[in-house]
């Protein structure tokens, strides 16, 4: 039987591009969490404090046609202007400081800063990127998810799955965990993140410091996860994620020429404060690809079986 769904139309003060902003939240393009269809519309796979949702956005004349389907409905209905970065406010952010900026700015103003308002639908994905290869860890969210997700209510795509509630995190079976290519480490902060979870998710509605102090006291999440989050689930325009393999050489290769470290990154980011991670998703947008490939890379991930 076909489930009751729930609709609405959402009309955004400012335009909004829908895929682009979304794209963010989706971990590669066999996310079991996402399908973005060839219609152009949106699918979504999720879990609120009601229980899983489905939810479907559609772009039409008239604003952004959302359907929703299961126990989570109107929940997830009711947070689409935060998905789509309602609370993304650009006032301040000058493009024109930089001449790469200024085009990759060009023609995506559209895009916001997305505020999916869910910490460990963020949080999960981002531990299993620590310190491996980024196609390795989309290989180990999207077997996980495969397992211990649950498919998606309503008439969605088979194929898509709602990510594992805390409960279904901590009961996943270590050799689980060790088939997916996540070795002890990672699958460790995974579970003490799950028997917090209700209190990480607490900072949703805390300021964003408290926020991501609850984060940090989670052993094994440290600056560089907590601004992988807070960039997601928490809206947090100015992230920067220390830290990272090869963030802060693609910002220096793209504003300078030349690789940088850390500090040199964040000074190269500095004139954009309050909105250094809208800086960092242009400049992964538009110049990740062009750029030279610097070492060292992350370690592979335990091969999958």
Known sequence: MEQACVTSVYR??????????????????????????PDGS?????????????RHLLVRRDGIHVTAWGPGAERAVAGVPDLLGARDDPTGFDPTLHPVVREAYRGRAAMRIP??????????????????????????????????????PGPAPRSLRVPPT??????VPVWDWRRAGVEEARAGTVLRAAEV????????????EEARRRLLTVHGIGPWTVAEVA????GDADAVSIGDYHLSDLVGWALTGDRT???????????????????IRLLELTQAARAPKFGPRAPRARPLH
């Not at 796979?45 to 009601?50: E, L, N, V």
């Not at 310190?131 to 498919?151: M, N």
């Not at 850390?262 to 309050?274: E, F």
């Open 231 to 234: 960039s997601r689930a928490l």
């Open 12 to 37: 955004p003060r400012e335009p909004v591009a829908v895929r682009l902003t979304l794209a963010a939240l989706r971990r590669g393009a066999g996310d079991p969490a996402w399908w973005f269809a």
């Open 166 to 171: 805390a409960a279904a995190w901590r009961a």
């Open 42 to 54: 949106v699918w979504q796979a999720t879990g609120t404090a009601d229980g899983p949702a489905t």
């Open 197 to 208: 979870a209700h209190r990480l998710q607490e900072g949703v509605n805390l300021p964003l």
């Open 115 to 152: 505020r999916s308002g869910n910490v460990l639908e963020a949080l999960v994905p981002a531990v299993l990127e620590q310190r491996v290869v980024g196609l390795d860890a989309k290989a180990s969210w999207r077997r996980l998810l495969q397992q211990h997700g649950t498919p998606a």
């Open 261 to 279: 470290d850390d500090a040199g990154m964040l000074r190269l980011l500095a004139p954009w404060a309050g909105h250094r991670q809208r800086v």
